[in-house]
C-alpha cells in the first residue's frame, strides 16, 4: 500500500525539518546521480541548507565548469532574445551620433568662415556673438598667462639684484681685505729694513 499525498508546506518541528532534509537530500542526490549515469546528461546540483551548509553533486570533473557552462548557455539565450531590438535600438544610436556629428562638422565649418551663405541674419548674428563670447575666453587666458609670466620674470629679476648686491658687497670686502693685507706687508716690510 502507498502513502498518501503528502501536503507541501514548512515544517515547524525544527528535529523533523532537519530529519526530512536529510533524507530528501540524500534522494535528491541519488536521483542526480542516476539522472547523470542512465542518460548520460551532465548534472550539477547545489543545495544549501537552512545554516547555510553546502551540499553538492557534479557529474563532471570540476562544479565551477559546469557553472560556468551554464552562464554561457543563459547569456547567450538572452542575447538571440533581444538581438532583434539590441539590433534596432544600435542603429538608432548610430544615426543620432551620425547626425550629431555632422552638425558639430558644419559648426566647425561655419566658426572657420565657412559655408556662411547658407545662414541667415540670425544665424550669422548668433554666431558673431558665440565668436566674441570665444575670443573674450582667449584673450582672457592670453592675459592670465602673460601676467602669469610677467610676475615670474620679476621675481627672478628680484632674486637676481639680491645676488648681484650679495656678491657687490662680497667684492668690497675682499677689496677692503686685500688693501689691508698689503698695507700689513707694507708695513711689516719697512720694519724689517729699520731692523737692518
Partial sequence: MGRGKVELKRIENKINRQVTFAKRR????????????????????????????????????????????????????NETNQSPNNDQDTYEEYLKLKERAE??????????????AKLGIKELDQLEHA??????????????????QLSDLQQKERSLLELNAALMSKRVTDEESFTLRSAMLLIGGDTCFQRL
Fill in 103 to 116: 552638425a558639430l562638422q558644419q559648426s566647425q565649418r561655419h566658426v572657420l568662415g565657412e559655408d556662411l
Fill in 131 to 148: 565668436l566674441d563670447g570665444t575670443l573674450k575666453q582667449i584673450r582672457y587666458k592670453k592675459n592670465h598667462s602673460l601676467c602669469v
Fill in 26 to 77: 540524500n534522494g535528491l542526490l541519488k536521483k542526480a546521480y542516476e539522472l547523470s549515469v542512465l542518460c548520460d546528461a551532465e548534472v550539477a546540483l547545489i543545495i544549501f541548507s537552512s545554516k547555510g551548509k553546502l551540499y553538492e553533486f557534479c557529474s563532471t570533473s570540476s562544479m565551477s565548469k559546469a557553472v560556468e557552462k551554464y552562464h554561457q548557455s543563459n547569456y547567450a539565450q
